[in-house]
Nanobody
Framework: QVQLAESGGGLVQAGGSLRLSCVAS????????MGWFRQAPGMEREFVAA????????NYADSVKGRFTISRDNAKDTVYLQMNSLKPEDTAVYYC?????????????????WGQGAQVTVSS
């Protein structure tokens, strides 16, 4: 069984930055794709970013490209989401997820394990 635990959420003004972390336990972390998704109130969960097991392949939603950076430290079993130039529309609960496949997918259904979520609120 895999456990994922996010941290680093909070309240920030528009234009500010936050870094989310997600620590994994229970499996060989470096073998698997990790992804970040978000869900705003009344909206469906949407893809934000994903990274391959080695970190060599990344995938971003168009809405965050150039502002967010996904990275991982396999020695620490941790994936990060650096969020810069935040906008009010980035406000959501952010979830990290683990996928047993190779390619960093945008599809939530491909992911097998999910964290509990971290609230990010961006004020205007």
């Amino acid at each position: 069984q895999v456990q994922l635990a996010e941290s680093g959420g909070g309240l920030v003004q528009a234009g500010g930055s936050l870094r989310l972390s997600c620590v994994a336990s229970g499996r060989t972390f470096s073998s698997y794709v990790m992804g970040w998704f978000r869900q705003a109130p009344g909206m469906e969960r949407e893809f934000v970013a994903a990274i391959s097991g080695s970190g060599g392949i990344t995938n971003y939603a168009d809405s965050v490209k150039g502002r967010f950076t996904i990275s991982r430290d396999n020695a620490k079993d941790t994936v990060y989401l650096q969020m810069n130039s935040l906008k009010p529309e980035d406000t959501a609960v952010y979830y990290c997820a683990l996928d047993h496949n190779f390619w960093p997918s945008r599809t939530p259904g491909n992911y097998d394990y999910w964290g509990q979520g971290a609230q990010v609120t961006v004020s205007s």
